[in-house]
């Protein structure tokens, strides 16, 4: 069977001949080109044969593309430096608009690529971080700073998320064009409980998600909804619209697979501990986990995965036991 098809089965909260499996982390050497980031993802896709692939950008892009100035580190294991951030402070968010769209364009073009490359047979999504996430990083990846400006200046900073909503619909829409199967929208970090409570999440945040998941193309089949975080909010995933819902089920307060394909109504994607056994293995554990995975949802709606992005530092044949478990 195809990566399409064992996709459209899990999708459809039933199961092929084994769930779809993929994973993904950032290469933060390549990430910097889209060239090179298409080429590395398309490597990797077809070295560990991965159903799906979840590209990667790097994380600072969206900051960048609304005014933050970031550097590579120039290392392997690093993430980009951040220079400058476009809001530093709350004045600030009156001027946040699209001020460098090249840096959504690169991604746009580089998915183009992987798609093409790979084919229909394995469904690419593009990663869109919710329109709070990017705040976040606008203000040098503050939760706290723009959960607190979020609340006490609703009028300020509301019109910045609404302005960062509609360039990631735009974005989303062009990556579909380019070929993405959906898009792997993920709120990060702001949909735990000790972060905002559920209550205030949905009156001052969750308008600006659904602006651009209310919007999608129909050609956009495949669309996750990410929450990361612990102590998730994971009720939000019945208002949050898209066909599967991804976290971490090693995060301290969140429900198993079963328990959140249950409480969301849709299929579900994870299993595997991206902290620790992936990265530290050994390749039994790592299949003991993914079995425990399938064991647990009786394999129906799993795509089985991380619970989140995986070290730039995790072994090759770590990442190759995940599909070991289940193709066997």
Known sequence: MTGRQRVEAALAMDVADRPPVGAWGHTYREEWSPGDLAAITVERA???????????????????????????????????????????????????????????????????????????????????????????????????????????????????????????????NRSVRAGAAGIFFAVSGYAGGKVMKEAV???????????????????????????????????????????????????????????????????VMGGLSQRATLVYGPGPKIEAEARAAVKDTGGRGLLLAPGCSVSPRVREANLAAMMSAVAA
């Not at 998600?209 to 909010?233: I, K, Q, R, T, Y």
Request: proline share 8%; net charge negative.
């Open 46 to 172: 077809r070295r560990f044969g991965w159903d799906f692939v979840k590209f990667q950008p790097r994380a600072s892009t969206f900051a960048e593309a609304f005014g933050s100035v970031y550097h590579p580190s120039g290392h392997s294991l690093r993430a980009p430096v951040m220079i400058r951030p476009a809001v530093p402070d709350l004045d600030a968010w009156t001027s946040v608009q699209l001020a460098n769209p090249k840096a959504l364009d690169d991604q746009v073009e580089s998915i183009g690529i992987v798609a093409r490359e790979l084919g229909p047979d394995v469904p690419v999504i593009q990663t869109v971080f919710s329109p709070l996430t990017v705040g976040g990083y606008l203000v040098g990846k503050s939760q706290s700073r723009v959960v607190r400006e979020l609340r006490q200046h609703p009028e300020t900073v509301g019109p910045a998320l609404e302005r960062i909503a509609e360039a990631l619909l735009d974005f989303s």
């Open 201 to 267: 999440y949905r009156d001052l945040a969750l308008p600006y998600d659904l602006a651009v998941l209310d919007a999608l193309p129909e050609e956009a089949w495949f669309n996750v909804l990410h929450l990361c975080g612990s102590n998730l909010n994971f009720a939000l995933a019945r208002d949050l619209p898209a066909q599967v819902v991804s976290w971490s089920i090693h995060n301290q307060g969140n429900p198993s697979l079963s328990e959140g394909r249950t409480i969301a109504g849709r299929a």
